[in-house]
C-alpha cells in the first residue's frame, strides 16, 4: 500500500532498506502493479507465487518465503553490520515471521483486517494476536485501532502506540478556533460500503447550508 512504501522511503534517509511485495501469478498478470517512484534508495523486490500460496495452501509455501525473507535479512546485514528490523504490515504474514527475533519484529496495523474476509475472522484475529504478542513493537494508524489491539493482547499493551499519517501543514486551518470561511465538509477516501451512506445522508439532510464533498475512487455498493 502507499503507507508502506511511503514509510520505507522515509526510513532509507537513515538508512538501507528493503521492500517486499508478494503478488500471486493471477494477480500480478490482472494488476500489472507498478513501483511509486524510481526512488533508487530503496531496494525494491516483487514475488511471485501460484495462486493460494497466502490461503489454504500456504502451509506448502510457508518455508520458502521464510528462506526468502532469511536470504533478504542476511544481505541486510551483510551490508549494514547488524541485524535487521523487519516490518509485517499484515496478520496473514505472521507464518512467515516466525524465525525473525520478536525484539526486530514491528507490526504495521493498517486498518481493521477481519472487515477484508469476515468468514475469516477468527483466523485472521489469530494471526493478529501472534504478532501482537510476539513484536517488539506494535504501532497503527488510528487511535482506534491503538485502543482496540491493546484490549485485545493486554500482555502486550504497553508495546502498543499510534502512529498517525502526516499531512501538509497547508492542509491545516490556521485559525483552528475560527470557522472556516467556507462551509463544506470533505471526504477523501474509497466511496464504498464501508462508509456509512445512510448516516451521511441523514446528516446532510439535517444540515441543507453546508456542501459535503466527496472525493475518492467509487467502487461498487451493494444494495
Not at 500456504?58 to 547488524?82: D, N, V
Amino acid at each position: 500500500t502507499p503507507w508502506v512504501y511511503m514509510l520505507a522511503r522515509s526510513l532509507a534517509a537513515h538508512g538501507e532498506v528493503t521492500v517486499v511485495r508478494f503478488y500471486d501469478w493471477l494477480n500480478y498478470r490482472r494488476i500489472k502493479p507498478e513501483w511509486p517512484d524510481a526512488d533508487s534508495r530503496v531496494r525494491r523486490v516483487t514475488w511471485t507465487l501460484p495462486p493460494g500460496y497466502a490461503g489454504r495452501i500456504e502451509p506448502f509455501f510457508r518455508p520458502f518465503i521464510q528462506l526468502f525473507i532469511a536470504r533478504e535479512s542476511a544481505r541486510l546485514r551483510r551490508s549494514t553490520g547488524t541485524t535487521p528490523i523487519v516490518v509485517a504490515p499484515y496478520p496473514y504474514l505472521a507464518p512467515w515471521v516466525r524465525r525473525v527475533p520478536g525484539e526486530r519484529l514491528v507490526y504495521y496495523n493498517l486498518d481493521e483486517y477481519p472487515l477484508y474476509n469476515p468468514s475469516r475472522t477468527e483466523h485472521i484475529l489469530k494471526l493478529e494476536r501472534e504478532l501482537l504478542n510476539r513484536a517488539g513493537l506494535t504501532v497503527c494508524l488510528s487511535i482506534h485501532q491503538t485502543r482496540t489491539l491493546k484490549e485485545r493482547a493486554p500482555a502486550a499493551a504497553h508495546r502498543v502506540e499510534h502512529f498517525p499519517l502526516g499531512v501538509a501543514d497547508t492542509f491545516l486551518n490556521p485559525a483552528p478556533g475560527e470557522h472556516p470561511d467556507s462551509r463544506t465538509v470533505g471526504y477523501i477516501g474509497n466511496l464504498s460500503n464501508r462508509v456509512d451512506w445512510a448516516f451521511v445522508n441523514e446528516v446532510a439532510r439535517a444540515m441543507p447550508d453546508v456542501d459535503f464533498e466527496f472525493i475518492g475512487s467509487m467502487e461498487k455498493l451493494e444494495t
